[in-house]
């Protein structure tokens, strides 16, 4: 059974900073490529970031400078480092990890912004 879990996420006021993490179960971690989405609320899914699995990252423009993303293939675990937090960084931020045939989810983590 495949498991995405997130943690991490919380209430920050604006500048400030939170690390999201994933934690995979039941795939061969290593063969897939891993993301970050966020949905605010009224908005579609965005893509926030991605990193394969060779290590090549991509970023949104809204994110570029402030967030990084990492893997750790040994922990199985992906992770969102967040600087400079925006009040419109506000969202549930979901765990992707997909190849060329499947695509799963984790459940979501709310990261809200706010002084």
């Keep these: 059974q495949v498991k995405l ?5 919380g209430l920050v006021q604006p500048g ?6 994933c934690a995979a179960s039941g795939i061969i971690f290593s063969s897939y490529t ?3 989405y966020r ?13 394969t699995n ?7 423009d809204s994110v570029k400078g402030r967030f990084t993303i990492s893997r750790d293939n040994a922990k199985r675990a992906v992770y969102l480092q967040m600087n400079s937090l925006k009040p419109e960084d506000t969202a549930v931020y979901y ?13 979501g983590t709310q990261v809200t912004v706010s002084s």
Excluded: F
Aim: glycine share 12%.
């Design 95 to 107: 765990c992707n990890c997909r190849n060329r045939w499947l695509s799963y989810w984790g459940q």
């Design 39 to 51: 949905q605010a609320p009224g908005k579609q899914r965005e893509l926030v970031a991605n990193i």
């Design 5 to 9: 879990v997130e943690s991490g996420g």
């Design 16 to 21: 400030g900073s939170l690390r999201l993490s």
């Design 34 to 36: 891993t993301a970050w």
């Design 54 to 60: 060779v290590g090549s990252t991509n970023y949104a």
